[in-house]
T-cell receptor
Framework: AQKVTQAQTEISVVEKEDVTLDCVYETRDTTYYLFWYKQPPSGELVFLIRRNSFDEQNEISGRYSWNFQKSTSSFNFTITASQVVDSAVYFCALSEARDSSASKIIFGSGTRLSIRP | EAQVTQNPRYLITVTGKKLTVTCSQNMNHEYMSWYRQDPGLGLRQIYYSMNVEVTDKGDVPEGYKVSRKEKRNFPLILESPSPNQTSLYFC?????????????FGPGTRLTVL
């Protein structure tokens, strides 16, 4: 069965510090997709990144970077030089792709990140 | 403007009184889904639909019904709401076309069942 674990319930750091949010997943499929979403205090959910299981290249987008390691079933998210606007709940999610069609999506329980000025 | 809309945004009701939360998207997306968000549990998928007349259960379907008669609409029906269905509900859609894609979320519906 699919499972996504975000062991860090809450993280608090001072502005400009780097912070890494952990995501560990379980799946039996060889083809699957991983996602990160952000939920700021206003409540909306915002897509950050999608990665498929065949693409282990790390990705960098500005201050955000993602480290995908199949060997440890992890898809960690790092924010460099954090800012107060990064304060939000971050969700990691997993979707298996069976028979070339989309299926259900499993979210982790989220990590609440607080950036202190 | 491309968006997913949900109505109502807030609802307080009583146990057993049937209700429907509407969801509509204007992006011609194939995949639509309902989630509930509860503290400490993250988002849990209730139902999803891969296209018109095609729906399937997520992880927590008990007590809910859905329908997908048109591509743009995906209402969530609670036939007999109970207090444990008090939650924040999100509808989402994505293009998909055969592989999981970025989801666009509605603004959420906060439901309280007394």
């Amino acid at each position: 069965a699919q499972k996504v674990t975000q062991a860090q319930t809450e993280i608090s750091v001072v502005e400009k510090e780097d912070v890494t949010l952990d995501c560990v997943y379980e799946t039996r499929d060889t083809t699957y997709y991983l996602f990160w979403y952000k939920q700021p205090p206003s409540g909306e959910l915002v897509f950050l990144i999608r990665r498929n299981s065949f693409d282990e290249q790390n990705e960098i987008s500005g201050r955000y970077s993602w480290n995908f390691q199949k060997s440890t079933s992890s898809f960690n998210f790092t924010i460099t030089a954090s800012q107060v606007v990064d304060s939000a709940v971050y969700f990691c999610a997993l979707s298996e792709a069976r028979d070339s069609s989309a299926s259900k999506i499993i979210f982790g329980s989220g990590t609440r990140l607080s950036i202190r000025p | 403007e491309a968006q997913v809309t949900q109505n109502p945004r807030y609802l307080i009701t009583v146990t057993g009184k049937k209700l429907t939360v509407t969801c509509s998207q204007n992006m011609n997306h194939e995949y639509m889904s309902w989630y509930r968000q509860d503290p400490g549990l993250g988002l849990r998928q209730i139902y999803y639909s891969m296209n018109v007349e095609v729906t399937d259960k997520g992880d927590v379907p008990e007590g809910y019904k859905v329908s997908r008669k048109e591509k743009r609409n995906f209402p969530l029906i609670l036939e007999s709401p109970s207090p444990n269905q008090t939650s924040l509900y999100f509808c989402a859609s994505s293009l998909d076309s055969g592989r999981p894609d970025e989801q666009f979320f509605g603004p959420g519906t906060r439901l309280t069942v007394l």
